[in-house]
């Protein structure tokens, strides 16, 4: 059975740094593109930044030079490290995988994320 399993949300001040991680179950770790989206109240879901199998990243303009993304593909984890937070980062952070050698695709149940004084 697979499971993408997130943890790290939880509230911070605005400028403050959290790290959330995603541990993949049940896939070729490896051969999935490793995503994070958030989805805030009232707005549309949006991709934040991804991975390849290799480690090459992509980010969104809004979080480029804050957020950083990582994997360890031994541990089946991804990392997404957020550092001078807004309350506009505000929102639910959902880990999704999707194949690289196919149309596969999964998510985690989201977590949340408070920016907020």
């Known amino acids: 059975q697979v499971q993408l399993v997130e943890s790290g949300g939880g509230l911070v001040q605005p400028g403050g740094s959290l790290r959330l991680s995603c541990a993949a179950y049940?896939?070729?770790?490896?051969?999935?593109?490793m995503d994070w989206y958030r989805q805030a109240p009232g707005k549309q879901r949006e991709l934040v930044a991804a991975?390849?199998?290799?480690?090459?990243?992509n980010f969104a303009d809004s979080v480029k030079g804050r957020f950083t993304i990582s994997r360890d593909n031994a541990k089946n984890t991804v990392y997404l490290q957020m550092n001078s937070l807004k309350p506009e980062d505000t929102a639910i952070y959902c880990c999704?995988?999707?194949?690289?050698?196919?149309?596969?695709?999964?998510w985690g149940q989201g977590t949340q994320v408070t920016v907020s004084s």
């Open positions: 991975i390849t199998g290799g480690g090459t990243p």
């Open positions: 999704h995988a999707r194949s690289s050698v196919g149309t596969l695709s999964y």
């Open positions: 049940g896939i070729r770790f490896s051969l999935y593109v």
